[in-house]
């Protein structure tokens, strides 16, 4: 099998769609933990991989590397787990942020990666409604696919 950066971002697109899954779930009142943590089990995999491309300089893969430390540990109960787990999405886009022209699409959603980042970070310490909740959730995981799945068409146009 032949495995591409576009198959890895593949992987996130899932984590996306499995995320926003239960954010839905969520609205309506379920709480579908399993899909979160296979979520989150997708994205640190994607990440993984990512780090492991050669073609992709040293310090981009240290940074998909260190995302991926950063979901394994967010799944920690508590205020770690918190913090890592906001933090994961962020630190993933940002070599994506420093290396996209200063008005394309791919820096717009690099930089909302960080302010949905933010958001989380907040959001985990705040008493937020669960209906609130699901819909940060919901808006966050379509916010995430989209920048994977254009990071994927980026790839497939090279």
């Known amino acids: 099998m032949n495995s591409t950066k576009k198959t890895f971002y593949s992987i996130g697109i899932v984590s996306a769609v499995l995320n926003a ?4 779930l969520l609205i309506f009142g379920m709480r579908a933990a399993l899909l979160f943590h296979l979520a989150t089990i997708a994205a640190g995999a994607m990440m993984l991989l990512l780090a492991t491309v050669q073609q992709t300089p040293q310090r981009d893969r240290n940074f998909c590397l260190a995302a991926c430390l950063l979901t394994v540990i967010g799944m920690m109960q508590g205020a770690v787990g918190a913090v890592c787990a906001a ?5 993933f886009a940002w070599p994506y942020f420093k290396a996209a022209k200063p008005e394309s699409l791919q ?3 690099s930089s909302l990666m960080m302010v949905c980042g933010g958001v989380l970070l907040i959001g985990s310490f705040l008493a937020l409604p669960q209906m609130l909740a699901a819909c940060i959730i919901v808006a966050i995981a379509a916010a995430q696919g989209v920048f994977v799945w254009l990071l994927s068409r980026g790839e497939a146009e090279k």
């Open 87 to 91: 933090l994961s999405w962020p630190v």
């Open 21 to 24: 899954a239960g954010g839905v």
């Open 107 to 109: 820096r717009r959603m």
